[in-house]
């Protein structure tokens, strides 16, 4: 969707449940104002150990507690927590990487497992279904847009697929949106040319080290390429969170 923004846009990278990173980032943001927009580019859920109150956070107390416009994005995280709910993917929601077991502990109230550890019994099979979601949980990431345009960038979680044809395709041309969710592409990151994208999902530490223009010698930063700045900078799995001031390209950190 397009949106006719004249103020500042904060985008927000992956939190993955780190709701203690989510307050110390914001708490570094400049005074908001009405004609701000803050955008979270996806992944609130799983690994770290407050997936539900980052999801709460963000749903409810945020939009109470900001004078900004609040635009979360769907992740994949998201994304394939309702194919769980729908259809089920034990491949997603048992291998302890994922973080699922934390997730569905914080939605519980429980402490968060340790590395590596299994699911109970009975926890089993709460993952294999997503029942432990709230109802209103489910029909929120349901609800959760693709991707987000203003004059300032394209935002995303993943990146753009390419097209065939030649380039890569903007979000609104993507017939299987997924794609944009899921889409992992080196030669997005190297050869992408056109309107500025952020997103997330694929690590900073990942993506080619020799193409950030953001302090390149530390590659668990922020990622600025061409035309391309990746945020996701490992929060809820060891690293820290970061947001991103637009036009201005100020970079904030929760470390």
């Not at 307050?23 to 908001?32: A, E, G, H, Q, V």
């Not at 955008?39 to 900004?68: C, M, N, Q, W």
């Amino acid at each position: 969707m397009l949106a006719p923004m004249p103020g500042r846009t904060f985008a927000i990278g992956d939190i993955h449940g780190d709701l203690d990173a989510l307050f110390k980032l914001l708490s570094c943001f400049p005074p908001i104002e009405a004609t701000d927009t803050m955008i979270f580019v996806g992944d609130y859920i799983d690994r770290g150990p407050k997936s539900a109150g980052v999801v709460d956070y963000l749903r409810h107390r945020l939009p109470r507690e900001t004078a900004a416009r609040v635009i979360t994005l769907r992740g994949n995280h998201e994304d394939a927590w309702l194919r769980v709910v729908k259809q089920g993917w034990p491949e997603f929601v048992m291998p302890p990487g994922n973080g699922c077991l934390a997730a569905l502990r914080s939605f519980r109230g429980l402490a968060l497992p340790e590395d590596g550890e299994i699911p109970r019994p009975e926890e089993r099979q709460a993952l294999i279904k997503g029942e432990f979601f709230p109802a209103d949980v489910i029909e929120w990431m349901e609800a959760l847009p693709i991707f987000y345009e203003d004059k300032h960038a394209i935002y995303v979680h993943a990146g753009l697929p390419r097209n065939p044809k030649g380039g890569f395709f903007h979000p609104s041309e993507v017939e299987e949106p997924g794609k944009l969710l899921w889409c992992r592409d080196e030669q997005f990151f190297r050869h992408y040319r056109g309107k500025l994208v952020v997103f997330g999902h694929t690590a900073t530490e990942y993506l080619p080290p020799e193409l950030s223009t953001y302090t390149p010698d530390d590659p668990t930063d922020i990622w600025g390429g061409p035309c391309t700045i990746g945020l996701d900078t490992g929060a809820g799995k060891g690293g820290f969170l970061t947001g991103l001031e637009l036009p201005a390209l100020r970079v904030y950190e929760s470390r």
